[in-house]
């Protein structure tokens, strides 16, 4: 009979050696939560693993503690060096790197007679580890450097892409992708829970919570499913403390965070007929808060959860030497994707997004306001 996608899953770590738990570049609550789940399972079947991502997580400090977590990872195919040994035997292997650290000696003593430089053989082997699991990448560039800097390690081992996200491109050899569900967390909470329930406990669980409220920002979405609900809900039997998570994901906002979010607010724009919000970021705005552009998508998120859910909302950002117009839309009739056809949208969790180039970022705001 033919296995489930999670008892394939489960094959793939009992067969392999050395497992790499790969997150999307942009760091969240929920790729901590699973990848704290996903540890524990490799731990359970005592697999050595890693846990990378493109940079380090700064602000989830209260997962982050149950995580040994390892960016700029790099994975280089190993050289084998093969040697016949079958007649004289070995006695003795060592080796010397002169203090320059630019040449290595590799010395070898035999029982009896001695070795030939033909009996050696110098070959490509594999890579240390043999199993990669992703987490809520929606593509392999999505994980940033960790891609880009190992692109032969990711096309030459197996691969088991854990998302979410409806874009995903179902890149690996086995693809657990549930649009339907909130988030990765979630997914990976049925996971345990058909198949490692005994590993539940009040971390992992707080863990797993942590990535639910985040993705359905403590459950006021539209998309919020009572499935979803009966998870959290059981999560909380086993323990999870809701109010840390609370406190840590709503309220512990950085500074820059904060400064970042008074600008939008100074300038938001309301259309009340057509049910539209806006606001702007320039440069000077991040320069003055101290913030990397790259903090575009959290304070979108702080956007969406102080407007109405049925509006229609977008955040324009000077970014990198363009523009970034980010846009989300409550109301089912305005399809983004229809509206925006004119320019490179992608999706991402809290609506869609695009570039500009070659224009100012009030030239942005005109043309795209005028399409709704």
């Not at 000696?105 to 009996?119: E, L």
């Amino acid at each position: 009979m033919a296995l489930n996608i999670y008892e394939q899953i489960i094959e793939y770590i009992k067969e392999s050696k050395k497992v790499v738990l790969a997150l999307e570049k942009k760091v969240t609550a929920d790729s901590l939560g699973a990848a704290i789940a996903m540890s524990r399972i490799l731990k359970y079947y005592a697999k050595p693993h890693q846990i990378t991502v493109e940079k380090n997580a700064e602000n989830f400090h209260f997962l982050t503690q149950y995580l040994e977590i390892t960016p700029n990872f790099k994975q280089a195919r190993r050289l084998v060096v093969s040697l016949d040994i079958a007649d004289q035997g070995l006695d003795k292997f060592y080796y010397e790197v002169d203090d320059n650290k630019k040449k290595l000696d590799i010395y070898i003593v035999p029982k009896t007679g001695f070795f030939n430089p033909d009996d050696v053989r110098v070959g490509q082997g594999g890579f240390e580890y043999d199993l990669i699991i992703t987490l809520g990448a929606s593509d392999l560039f999505a994980l940033g450097e960790v891609y880009n800097g190992n692109t032969a390690f990711f096309h030459e081992t197996p691969v088991t892409n854990i998302d979410y996200k409806a874009s995903n491109e179902k890149f690996g050899e086995i693809n657990l992708v549930e649009p339907t569900k909130s988030s990765l967390s979630e997914i990976v909470f049925d996971l345990l829970e058909s198949n490692f329930r005994e590993l539940m406990d009040k971390p992992l669980a707080t863990a797993l919570l942590a990535g639910i409220l985040e993705r359905t920002q403590s459950f006021k979405v539209p998309t919020l499913t009572p499935q979803t609900l009966e998870k959290a809900s059981k999560l909380m039997a086993y323990g999870a403390d809701r109010e840390l998570v609370v406190r840590e994901l709503f309220y512990n906002k950085s500074l820059a965070l904060v400064k970042l979010w008074g600008r939008v607010l100074a300038r938001l724009k309301e259309d009340k007929r057509r049910n539209l919000y806006w606001s702007l970021l320039n440069t000077q705005d991040y320069n003055r808060a101290g913030a990397d552009q790259l903090i575009i998508d959290q304070v979108f998120e702080e956007v969406l959860g102080y407007l109405p859910r049925d509006a229609t909302i977008c955040l324009f950002s000077e970014y990198n030497g363009g523009v970034m117009v980010l846009a989300y839309s409550g109301n089912p009739a305005r399809q983004l994707k229809d509206i925006l056809a004119n320019y490179k949208v992608t999706e991402f969790e809290l609506g869609v997004k695009f570039k500009v180039w070659n224009k100012d970022l009030l030239e942005v705001e005109k043309e795209v306001i005028e399409l709704f």
